[in-house]
């Protein structure tokens, strides 16, 4: 996997620049964690394995950006690479990029679907009954960047999103900076099997549930409108094809299948 800084050259490698011969290049950014099933940080998961199926359907080499998720946002809206994933959708990111259907995404040709759930320690009384949150007594913490800040702020609660990794928020948990965190559902499998496992617990009803995109460059778009639709529709195919139903069916538990628990 090429993992590079942010650099002046990246322009170069242009997803609309083609060698005699040679694949067009797209160069997509990920978020530098660990979000298991779909992603690591070292480029191995069921996002990767989707991609590189799209790529060997379509002719299309893909070179993978490793970066903090804000910084990848930024450096998509800036055109410097070519897209990002998995991109939940925001009406305001529709500035950074283009999502698969516009305004209105198009759910089919999602990669994959995620569900935000909320940590509290074991004995705390916070609650989610599925449209509101009772006893919460202090800021409920999330990771920085990511959309279901949006969610937790029209709840009427207070947000730190001070924290870039899962494991930072249930530290803060614990020591008593915050009621509860929101985190993937990944992650929160992860935190649960762990070393903070006997300490916390799930609410049992997630916050909420989100398809995830492939996001495109602004510039992509425009100049290459037919290699976008085809990248968008192969993901689709691939996704609903054989050969990836087996890879998901061996790394996702059978409850949640195209979704993390």
Same mark, same amino acid.
């Given at each position: 996997?090429?993992?590079?800084?942010?650099?002046?050259?990246?322009?170069?490698?242009?997803?609309?620049?083609? +060698?005699?011969?040679?694949?067009?290049?797209?160069?997509?950014?990920?978020?530098?964690?660990?979000? +298991?099933?779909?992603?690591?940080?070292?480029?191995?998961?069921?996002?990767?394995?989707?991609?590189?199926?799209?790529?060997?359907?379509?002719?299309?080499?893909?070179?993978?950006?490793?970066?903090?998720?804000?910084?990848?946002?930024? $450096?998509?809206?800036?055109?410097?690479?070519?897209?990002?994933?998995?991109?939940?959708?925001?009406?305001?990111?529709?500035?950074?990029?283009?999502?698969?259907?516009?305004?209105?995404?198009?759910?089919?040709?999602?990669?994959?679907?995620?569900?935000?759930?909320?940590?509290?320690?074991?004995?705390?009384?916070?609650?989610?009954?599925?449209?509101?949150?009772?006893?919460?007594?202090?800021?409920?913490?999330?990771?920085?960047?990511?959309?279901?800040?949006?969610?937790?702020?029209?709840?009427?609660?207070?947000?730190?999103?001070?924290? $870039?990794?899962?494991?930072?928020?249930?530290?803060?948990?614990?020591?008593?900076?915050?009621?509860?965190?929101?985190?993937?559902?990944?992650?929160?499998?992860?935190?649960?099997?762990?070393?903070?496992?006997?300490?916390?617990?799930?609410?049992?009803?997630?916050?909420?549930?989100?398809?995830?995109?492939?996001?495109?460059?602004?510039?992509?778009?425009?100049? +290459?409108? $037919?290699?976008?639709?085809?990248?968008?529709?192969?993901?689709?195919?691939?996704?609903?094809?054989? +050969?990836?139903?087996?890879?998901?069916?061996?790394?996702?538990?059978?409850?949640?299948?195209?979704?993390?628990?």
């Amino acid at each position: 996997m090429n993992v590079l800084g942010i650099g002046a050259g990246l322009a170069a490698v242009s997803a609309y620049a083609l +060698q005699a011969g040679a694949p067009p290049a797209i160069t997509l950014c990920y978020e530098r964690a660990n979000v +298991q099933p779909w992603r690591t940080e070292d480029g191995r998961g069921l996002n990767f394995e989707l991609l590189k199926l799209v790529g060997q359907r379509e002719g299309i080499r893909f070179d993978f950006q490793s970066m903090p998720w804000k910084r990848c946002l930024a $450096q998509l809206k800036a055109n410097a690479v070519d897209g990002a994933f998995a991109v939940s959708f925001k009406t305001d990111r529709r500035e950074v990029g283009e999502y698969p259907g516009g305004a209105t995404p198009d759910v089919a040709k999602r990669m994959h679907i995620d569900r935000y759930i909320l940590i509290r320690r074991k004995g705390s009384s916070v609650e989610w009954d599925g449209k509101a949150l009772h006893n919460v007594d202090g800021a409920i913490g999330a990771q920085l960047g990511y959309s279901v800040t949006d969610l937790l702020r029209s709840l009427n609660v207070t947000v730190d999103e001070g924290s $870039q990794r899962s494991d930072e928020l249930v530290r803060k948990l614990l020591a008593g900076r915050l009621a509860a965190a929101a985190v993937g559902g990944s992650d929160a499998r992860t935190l649960l099997t762990g070393p903070y496992g006997p300490q916390i617990e799930a609410l049992p009803l997630p916050l909420v549930e989100k398809p995830y995109f492939l996001l495109l460059s602004h510039r992509l778009v425009e100049r +290459q409108p $037919q290699l976008a639709r085809r990248i968008w529709d192969a993901v689709e195919a691939v996704r609903n094809g054989e +050969q990836y139903r087996k890879l998901e069916k061996s790394a996702v538990p059978a409850a949640g299948k195209d979704k993390q628990p």
